[in-house]
């Protein structure tokens, strides 16, 4: 990895709920809001965004943990901030902790962690290709 990633750093994702988001499963929707899946993606999406400029060429990230607490649900047309910062980095592991927030109410959505580990591509694929 490139130098210059601390912990502190931080990126931010933000997205408005719409129905592809909702809670379904097979196509059919249980429940209109935004769902566990969804915020999931997000979280990961926010925290990638930290590593991106890191990244050499030869090198990827790949998710290896996810926390994640939904605390309450976010309706249609709900305009969400999901802020991941750098809580840990240790060589070649960057652990982000995640909240997704209503940015009209600046009520609490989700939290949690994300954990990504880095590697150079050639063993991505050796380990993709081993499966």
């Given at each position: 990895?490139?130098?210059?990633?601390?912990?502190?750093?931080?990126?931010?994702?933000?997205?408005e709920?719409i129905p592809?988001?909702?809670?379904?499963?097979?196509?059919?929707?249980?429940h209109?809001?935004y769902?566990?899946?969804s915020?999931?993606?997000?979280?990961e999406?926010?925290s990638?965004?930290?590593?991106?400029p890191?990244l050499e060429?030869?090198?990827?990230?790949?998710?290896?943990?996810?926390?994640?607490e939904?605390?309450?649900?976010?309706?249609n047309?709900?305009s969400l901030?999901?802020?991941?910062?750098?809580?840990?980095y240790?060589r070649?592991i960057?652990?982000?902790?995640?909240?997704?927030?209503?940015r009209?109410?600046?009520?609490?959505?989700?939290?949690?962690?994300?954990?990504?580990?880095?590697l150079?591509?050639?063993?991505?694929?050796?380990?993709?290709k081993?499966?």
């Amino acid at each position: 990895m490139k130098s210059g990633l601390a912990e502190g750093h931080t990126a931010v994702v933000t997205t408005e709920v719409i129905p592809s988001m909702y809670a379904q499963f097979e196509g059919d929707v249980v429940h209109p809001v935004y769902s566990t899946v969804s915020m999931v993606y997000h979280m990961e999406w926010a925290s990638r965004k930290i590593i991106l400029p890191y990244l050499e060429d030869h090198e990827e990230g790949m998710g290896a943990k996810v926390n994640v607490e939904h605390m309450t649900p976010a309706k249609n047309g709900s305009s969400l901030e999901i802020k991941a910062s750098v809580i840990k980095y240790e060589r070649n592991i960057i652990v982000t902790a995640v909240t997704v927030r209503d940015r009209e109410n600046d009520r609490l959505i989700g939290k949690g962690e994300v954990k990504q580990v880095v590697l150079p591509k050639e063993i991505i694929n050796e380990r993709i290709k081993e499966n």
